[in-house]
């Protein structure tokens, strides 16, 4: 199986999660490919960063049998998007694709309004990418950030509506289209019917390829569920209603969304008692599979959902996708490696 889309931490954060601890988790719970986010502190933005974190990810990966991945940051300077798009393709496949927040989140390397990202999508076609983007979409200027009280997770909701996203997925889209970008637009951690719905309308007519990802918190849990304060189900995008998470559920049952991701983000306890946004993702990859089976979900599918769909996306070439047999238990094990278990 393939995780595209996990915060390994370590560094200076390495009290929260550790390239190796995270990989021998993913390869005991059955994964074989991990795709990590910039969002590292220092931020995988220029090429000492990626080389040393390759170069980390390189001994875990001869330590697990797992293959390390990483996703090189861009910032809304263009120079600095051009040395991204130069290392990706020197790189590739270890540097698999480009990272984008449009918005805020952990790690503050949000590009804020449509001019800066503009720039960004003008660099990445004068570059001449054709590589993935993957893109975490929120939008800054339809946040609510007043309405969160800090301890009540489920007014992190109203903090940042599902609005903010599928307005910001809208944006992504159409300033792709006006600069020519001609690689994979990939939307990450869809959390709204909205943005589904949005998705679906645009695919047939835009001159590139639009994918979904979808995270197990977004498809097996709601905002009622982050009411239970120890579960600490706080993350960006937050969660949402019961009708979000049923179309987030079925669009990765039917194929709408492309494949499912872990979004695997550990804090401390201390941490998340202070608002910090994540959880432990891996474990929940287990349950989501286990679930989608129970569902009535087809073999080929899932496969297409946990690598396949993953590997023509991302042009990894051809792989055979192994699923476990028995997720359930191997996602009780892989939970247990965590402070806490945000999906009990």
């Not at 929260?16 to 005991?28: F, L, V």
């Not at 490919?33 to 990810?57: E, K, Q, V």
């Not at 540097?95 to 999508?121: C, D, H, P, W, Y």
Request: overall charge negative; aromatic content about 6%.
């Amino acid at each position: 199986m393939i995780d595209p889309h996990v915060h390994l931490r370590d560094w200076s954060q390495s009290a929260k999660e550790t390239i190796i601890h995270g990989m021998e988790t993913a390869a005991e719970a059955g994964f074989t490919h991990l795709f990590d986010m910039p969002n590292t502190s220092p931020a995988c933005t220029d090429r000492d960063t990626i080389l040393s974190r390759l170069a980390d990810g390189g001994e875990a990966a001869r330590k697990t049998g797992v293959s390390y991945h990483l996703y090189a940051g861009i910032t809304s300077d263009p120079e600095q998007v051009g040395d991204m798009v130069a290392i990706h393709d020197e790189l590739f496949p270890l540097v698999v694709g480009l990272k984008m927040f449009a918005g805020q989140s952990t790690g503050n390397m949000g590009i804020i309004g449509v001019e800066a990202e503009r720039r960004v999508f003008q660099a990445l076609c004068d570059a001449g990418y054709r590589g993935v983007l993957a893109i975490h979409c929120e939008k800054e200027e339809l946040m609510h950030p007043e309405l969160f009280e800090m301890g009540r997770w489920e007014t992190h909701t109203s903090a940042r509506p599902a609005e903010a996203e599928t307005e910001s997925v809208l944006d992504m889209i159409s300033l792709a289209e006006e600069t020519g970008f001609r690689g994979v637009l990939h939307i990450c951690h869809v959390s709204a019917a909205s943005t589904i719905a949005l998705v679906q309308s645009k695919r047939s007519s835009v001159p590139f390829r639009i994918t979904m990802g979808a995270t197990p918190h977004h498809a097996l849990l709601s905002v009622r569920d982050a009411e239970e304060h120890g579960r600490y189900l706080k993350m960006n995008p937050p969660l949402r209603s019961e009708e979000d998470r049923k179309a987030v559920f079925s669009a990765l049952m039917d194929g709408t969304i492309d494949w499912a991701e872990s979004d695997h983000a550990p804090h401390t306890i201390e941490d998340k008692e202070k608002g910090a946004s994540g959880i432990p993702g891996i474990p929940g990859m287990l349950l989501l599979l286990s679930r989608l089976r129970e569902a009535g979900c087809s073999e080929e599918r899932l496969r297409e959902a946990f690598g396949k769909a993953a590997i023509r996306a991302f042009s990894l070439g051809d792989e055979e996708i192994f699923l476990p047999s028995d997720p359930y238990e191997r996602y009780g094990r892989a939970a247990g490696e965590y402070c806490w278990n945000p999906y009990r």
